[in-house]
């Protein structure tokens, strides 16, 4: 026995059916579950030039292998398709207790392929499947959906149903939309809720109770225990959080260096990721004024985003599926400015950062609310702050009239008006409908296309390229372009992959500028973080265990013992350098140019900031590293399209004449 | 009939307990602390347990045995 059910459920909106089909167990032991089993058959199914919002686009929701085994920090679900925002490749990601679901209803992943005539949601419990009117949910946020679904399935299933919904911006075929969970817990990332919405699938409701496989158990626990003994202990002295803007000045100034990963526990358990907000505005990771402007024009707003100031805020923590951290919380609003909601979930410092440093916004309860606005509509929160950036720096140099912006004064740090903007946004009503497609649409319809900061499409996550060069590698390499959870420099300083990989190169005490140098050894560092956080994703795993590193999170351990298999860590790395090349022949074969994926100018340094940590950082071998990692990964360095020989080597070729 | 006990002093919160649960009797509503964090951690949330045990066998840190609902604590 492995961890696999075996089994995927496929869906066809277009005539309501949907059936049960079994995988054979070499796709499995190929590109494990999750983001592998959907890179595998999204390639295979999804034809060339297919519309992402058409019939012939297949939304898939896959859980990991390990999810379900007793191996800790894999609660992770992940939502793919064909991306309506890039054209290409697409996928989110999402913790809560959904990913277990998929298992328990019997499957390791649901395709939904078609188009509803009418709004539906797809019921499971792991005996029957069926679709069913959704019509008494259309039009209602992710929470209210969410809610009112349990209010009608909870007292008719004998397991409580897990919910997976879009919000009103999926429903209006939002291209920055994503799907919610638990509340508005939200996969944001590549338009993945408009294509949910786009089918008219307002949800998927799991009610399955069925018991989740592993080859050996007690094996997999025990790893477990070993951690959760460890993570358990792990607390902070409360106080730190007023520093964060003191550190991240040190930080800049620091070299870069291999780090302890338990690090990474003790800043989420004691506040999650939003304690990164005043550090990075410091340290030159986080961007500022639309990625043009430098700590100085953000002076004042450190102490705003204190980490602390906002724990203040939490009543109860919550933990994802299998996670010992518990970096999530909910916080009390009540008798805070703009208080239209009464609670949030804790934002994580990528929603602080789009709506506080990088609009110049000083209003922390005014972020509070848009991550409540925005959860709840199912909008993602890093696209939509890019989005207005550009509108303020716009409106700023007169591109934009206040007419136009139907009377908004968008003014860098105006709450107010942000507040409006993004409310329209949400609506599509006037201005914001435009803006709600993101920044690419916005700027062609506008102009203003050199303050519009996206790659291929998408919006960058909130971490500059100029801080850290190969995160800047992995923006434009990655097949779903901008996103910021493939790999960074300072992530890998604390992971140890060369501990687990042959040809993984240690991390090591440098200057940082020789992070901007085109070297073999960069390119097997990025190369090596991609291929790991594939593996990860196919594993269910949090990027949080990647963090972590190798000796506290084992993956390779826990996948022996889920799996019953016996490989070294090479072995595991080649199934993430599998699911990556995957990926990139989806890009390929829907005539997305790898090449087309550019970092804007303004994150390579041009025009280059005139004080700060980043003061007069350029990267001109930038192009020359994304080539350097082309090569590292088998792929042709001037286009980026994976060569016959590395299709081969990976036994791609094979794999795509296995039919389901 | 058995049900469970925990012993939440070495609880994570993982909520690996609750989800095995095949009708739901398990929910993460106890509110407590966690060394300084306040938390939330597994408890019988309604009369519905079957006394299966899954809960029991999918706990990794151990929390969870099942006793005779007589003998809970």
């Known amino acids: ?660 | 009939m058995k049900k469970p006990v925990f012993d939440y002093r070495n609880c994570v919160s993982c909520g690996i307990c609750a989800q095995a649960c095949p009708v739901s009797a398990l929910g993460m509503k106890k509110e407590g602390k966690s060394g300084k964090y306040r938390n939330v951690f597994p408890e019988l949330i309604n009369d519905d347990c079957i006394g299966c045990g899954q809960c029991a066998r999918a706990c990794p840190m151990e929390v969870v045995t099942m006793e005779e609902a007589g003998d809970a604590g």
């Open chain 1, 1 to 660: 026995m492995t961890s696999f059910t075996g089994r995927i459920l496929c869906v066809d909106l277009g005539n309501g059916t949907a059936e049960s089909r079994s995988v054979p167990p070499e796709v499995y032991e190929a590109v494990l579950a999750g983001k592998g089993l959907e890179a595998w058959y999204l390639y295979k199914h999804i034809p060339a030039g297919a519309d992402p919002l058409g019939p012939e686009n297949i939304l898939a929701f896959a859980a990991g292998a390990l999810c379900g085994t007793g191996a800790f920090l894999t609660g992770r679900w992940t939502v793919a398709c064909k991306s309506p925002l890039t054209g290409g490749w697409g996928d989110a990601n999402c913790g809560g207790v959904f990913a277990p679901a998929i298992k328990q209803c019997g499957y390791d992943a649901i395709f939904v392929s078609g188009v509803s005539e009418t709004p539906v949601y797809l019921f499971c419990d792991g005996k029957t499947a069926e679709v069913r009117d959704a019509s008494a949910y259309w039009g209602l946020d992710a929470t209210e959906a969410e809610n009112a679904l349990h209010a009608d399935l909870d007292p008719v299933c004998r397991k409580k149903p897990c919910v997976a919904c879009i919000g009103t911006a999926g429903e209006k075929l939002s291209l920055i939309s994503g799907v919610c969970n638990e509340g508005g817990r939200i996969a944001a990332r590549s338009g993945v809720g408009a294509v949910m919405g786009s089918k008219r699938l307002k949800a998927v409701v799991l009610a399955g109770a069925r018991p989740m496989p592993c080859h050996d158990p007690e094996a997999v626990k025990a790893l477990s225990k070993e951690l959760g003994r460890k993570i358990v202990k792990m607390s902070l002295p409360s106080g730190f959080g007023g520093f964060f803007g003191l550190g991240g000045r040190m930080m800049g100034r620091m070299p870069a260096m291999p780090m302890d990963g338990s690090l990474a526990v003790y800043m989420f358990r004691e506040w999650g990721t939003q304690a990164n907000t005043p550090l990075a505005v410091t340290s030159g990771d986080g961007p500022i004024k639309n990625w043009g402007g430098t700590p100085k024009d953000a002076r004042g707003l450190p102490p705003q985003y204190n980490p602390d100031k906002i724990n203040k805020l939490e009543t109860l923590k919550y933990h994802c599926y299998s996670c010992p951290i518990g970096c999530g919380g909910r916080l009390d609003l009540r008798g805070r400015r703009y208080a239209a909601y009464p609670e949030t979930h804790k934002p994580e410092y990528e929603t602080l950062e789009s709506f506080g440093p990088l609009l110049l916004n000083k209003s922390l309860d005014s972020v509070l609310q848009i991550n409540e606005l925005l959860n709840r509509a199912g909008m993602d929160t890093i696209s939509a702050g890019n989005t207005v950036a550009w509108a303020i720096e716009c409106y700023e140099n007169g591109l934009l009239t206040k007419e136009q912006t139907d009377g908004l004064e968008l003014t860098w740090g105006n709450t107010e008006a942000i507040l409006a903007l993004v409310r329209k946004m949400v609506d599509r009503e006037g201005f914001g409908d435009a803006l709600a497609d993101g920044v690419k649409r916005a700027s062609e319809r506008y102009g203003g296309k050199e303050y519009a900061m996206h790659i291929g499409g998408q919006e960058p996550g909130m971490h500059d390229a100029r801080n850290d060069p190969q995160l800047g590698v992995h923006f434009v390499a990655e097949p779903a372009p901008g996103k910021h959870t493939v790999g960074m420099g300072m992530e890998y300083g604390a992971m140890s992959l060369c501990d687990i990989c042959s040809w993984a190169p240690p991390a090591t005490l440098h200057a940082k500028k020789k992070d901007r140098e085109d070297t073999e050894e960069m390119a097997l560092i990025t190369k090596a973080n991609a291929c790991y956080t594939m593996l990860t994703d196919g594993a269910g795993g949090c990027l949080y265990g990647v963090m972590m590193g190798v000796h506290m999170w084992k993956l390779v351990d826990y996948l022996n013992a889920a799996e019953g298999w016996d490989y070294d860590g090479d072995h595991y790395m080649e199934i993430g350098e599998r699911i990556q090349t995957l990926r990139q022949l989806f890009n390929v074969k829907q005539g997305v140019d790898p090449a087309s994926f550019r970092l804007p100018r303004r994150m390579l340094g041009w025009p280059s900031l005139s004080s700060g940590p980043l003061k007069g950082v350029t990267l001109p071998q930038h192009r020359a590293q994304v080539s350097s990692h082309w090569r590292a990964f088998g792929w042709d360095e001037k286009t980026g399209v994976p060569l016959p020989e590395t299709v081969k080597r990976l036994g791609i070729d094979r794999l795509t004449e296995v039919d389901v």
